[in-house]
């Protein structure tokens, strides 16, 4: 009890202790537990940064990572490994082969699901399509309309992983291109509104395709001085998401932050800097649904 | 009256429906554990993923790990509306520039968020400077109106400040005052050459002031190679990268 933290989202701060006993949820049946690992901005960071006194030096690094990820793996029975975007671009390597070395690993790791960033327009919408065959996993984007583009078929807006009897829905969400990309990098890509489309899937993730939980996978950015759409606004103003799993700003969070959406629920936001110098990681627990508990409530512990 | 009783079988009919729905194998969220691993030395690099990335490591370093010269400390970007690498940057970009077109009055080359690493003290590779500027962006020459001129000055100032050089300013409240450009005060009724690049020309990062020049011109030349062709040059000079703080663009605030 003693390094646990109980969520405070708006005025319902003691809304965990609805169900009977909070501190042994598991006492009421089945448990199952599901563990998210994600990064964002990895920027074709294939290895650590340089021992050249820079403030990042010797962090990072894929090889590392895929150590982490494969010792988790070996631990959890459920795990999904999700990025969210911004994959290319920062060093020779982009430069030089690219982005198929990024992807190729990403590949290698294991990757469930990626959205697509700014910088992956970097070397034109071909760029990206160019390195598609070495992507085992799928590149998820909902309100970008890519159909007069050569992407027209190479994404989808969202996929729903399986995993022990859950169903799990994730989707992206993309950053407005005009002004941060050239438009001849970006080319017929049609930039969608945010809000309306992740409202529009995470309702049809949740209620029509009754996912038990709902990821976003955002490029927006965390969030912004102005009220430019960012995570923060995204999770304020939607339904039906559990997790936003943010990129762009390039936010190192101290803990995930949790918001009170449109419904009063919990919706999570994390970001893990940039460069792969840090892996998120969520454990979800899952019980079989009690009709009587319905506030979306639920324990959150900032350990593991 | 039929039409209530008609109704009312209806809702009678919905009941197992609605049951049915509802009873269909929901799970719902319990509990939250997170946690953030550190990926540092601490960690054992996975010898597979090296095998995967070292044949592309080995090309690499062989056409990346040129010293091209040498910085007398880090150039990195700060706090302040100027830089030693903004200044580096915003230098190197109008002297080679101005090889080419000597009637260039200034630069912004680039945005501070354009770039994207520092470059170390002592040896710089040319890897060093493909991380600082890693966009295959092109330098063009803009004929602005002094009215657009003015604009750009205040993208410049209500941002903070902005890699420059050729012109000095204040930032007076978000907002520039006493510009020098050439060393003669800025004058919003004559034209002005601009040099900066093809991405923030088309409005990039969300500058203003350059998005309708009296005439373009391209110069066939990268703003990556401008750097290195600088760095080049100080070096066959025998001269290594020394930049100051120099007050081009001081705040008051």
């Given amino acids: 009890m003693n390094r646990r933290k109980f969520l405070t989202v708006g005025g319902l701060a003691s809304a965990t202790l609805m169900v009977g006993n909070p501190f042994n949820v598991f006492a009421m049946g089945e448990v199952k537990k599901l563990t998210i690992l994600h990064t964002n901005d990895v920027h074709s960071r294939i290895e650590p940064f340089p021992m050249d006194g820079g403030k990042l030096q010797g962090l990072g690094g894929v090889a590392r990572r895929s150590t982490l990820i494969q010792k988790i793996r070996s631990e959890e029975e459920q795990v999904l490994l999700l990025d969210a975007g911004d994959i290319f671009q920062g060093t020779p390597y982009f430069n030089l082969y690219g982005g198929a070395l990024e992807i190729k690993l990403m590949s290698q790791m294991g990757y469930d699901a990626a959205t697509l960033g700014n910088h992956d327009f970097d070397n034109g919408i071909e760029g990206f399509y160019k390195q598609l065959p070495n992507a085992n996993f799928p590149i998820l984007i909902s309100n970008y309309d890519l159909s007069n583009t050569i992407m027209h078929k190479s994404t989808l807006p969202y996929k729903i992983f399986k995993k022990g009897g859950l169903k799990i829905g994730v989707f992206g969400i993309g950053i407005d291109l005009a002004g941060l990309v050239e438009k001849k990098n970006y080319r017929e890509t049609v930039y969608q509104d945010p809000i309306q489309r992740a409202n529009e899937m995470a309702s049809r993730l949740k209620n029509d395709l009754n996912c038990d939980l709902v990821i976003c996978l955002s490029h927006l950015g965390y969030s912004y001085r102005d009220n430019k759409v960012s995570d923060k606004v995204l999770a304020k103003q939607t339904r039906n998401i559990d997790l936003i799993i943010g990129g762009h700003t390039h936010t190192a969070m101290a803990t995930p932050e949790d918001v009170s959406n449109l419904d009063g629920k919990i919706t999570t936001i994390n970001q893990v800097g940039w460069a792969g110098i840090n892996l998120g990681r969520i454990d979800y627990y899952f019980e079989k649904k009690n009709l009587a508990k319905t506030s979306g409530k639920y324990e959150i512990d900032n350990t593991i | ?253």
């Fill in chain 2, 1 to 253: 009256m039929t039409k209530k009783f008609l109704i009312r079988w209806q809702a009678i009919w919905l009941l197992p429906l609605a049951l049915l729905i509802s009873c269909k194998p929901h799970f719902e969220l319990v509990k939250a554990k997170r946690k953030q691993y550190n990926v540092s030395d601490q960690v054992q690099a996975d010898s597979a993923i090296i095998k995967t990335y070292l044949p592309y490591k080995q090309k690499m370093e062989a056409e990346m790990n040129a010293v091209i010269g040498k910085a007398d400390s880090m150039l990195s970007k700060g706090k302040g509306p100027e830089s030693l690498l903004s200044n580096f940057f915003a230098d190197a970009c109008l002297i080679e520039a101005k090889k080419i077109d000597a009637n260039i009055d200034f630069t912004m080359p680039s945005t501070t968020g354009g770039l994207r690493n520092s470059l170390p003290k002592g040896n710089i590779t040319l890897a060093n400077v493909f991380e600082l500027m890693p966009f295959e962006n092109e330098l063009l020459v803009l004929k602005l109106k002094g009215t657009d001129v003015q604009d750009l000055l205040q993208f410049i100032a209500q941002s903070g400040g902005q890699p420059v050089a050729g012109i000095t300013l204040k930032i007076n409240n978000k907002t520039a005052t006493d510009v020098k450009i050439n060393g003669q005060a800025f004058d919003a009724s004559k034209t002005y050459s601009v040099l900066t690049s093809d991405y923030i020309a088309g409005g990039g990062d969300d500058t203003f002031g350059l998005q309708h020049p009296i005439e373009k011109k391209t110069l066939g030349l990268k703003v990556r190679d401008a750097l290195i062709n600088y760095i080049k040059t100080q070096t066959a000079e025998g001269k290594s990268i020394t930049t100051t703080l120099d007050g081009r663009i001081t705040k008051n605030e």
